[in-house]
Nanobody
């Protein structure tokens, strides 16, 4: 069983930056870790993921602005978001899975955090 706790969300002006953190209760070095987000009235969408070997994946709208990384010694995954836009406003969720066929699919992830709110003002 893996428990995930996100932190680092908040209110930021457009063009600003935030670093989200996801602390895991267990050893997650063997897990694929992902970040998803959900805006009000919208479906949860994939943001970024990092594989066991450190391979990274991003949704097109975040490429060039976001960086996902992991510190296996600390069992923590990070999402650095720069040049934030109002459309980035959402609750951001961390997720983990041992195995995944489609890394962008939320259905593939077994464990989820409670989420952290990111609000970007224009």
């Amino acid at each position: 069983q893996v428990q995930l706790v996100e932190s680092g969300g908040g209110l930021v002006q457009a063009g600003g930056s935030l670093r989200l953190s996801c602390a895991a209760s267990g050893r997650t070095f063997s897990y694929v870790m992902g970040w998803f987000r959900q805006a009000p009235g919208q479906e949860r969408e994939f943001v970024a993921a990092i594989g066991r070997s450190g391979s990274t994946y991003y949704t097109d709208s975040v490429k060039g602005r976001g960086t996902i990384s992991r510190d296996n010694a600390k069992n923590t995954v990070y999402l650095q978001m720069n040049s934030l836009k109002p459309e980035d406003t959402a609750v951001y969720y961390c997720a983990a899975t041992r195995g995944v066929a489609t890394i962008q699919s939320s259905d593939e992830y077994d464990y989820w955090g409670q989420g952290t709110q990111v609000t970007v003002s224009s």
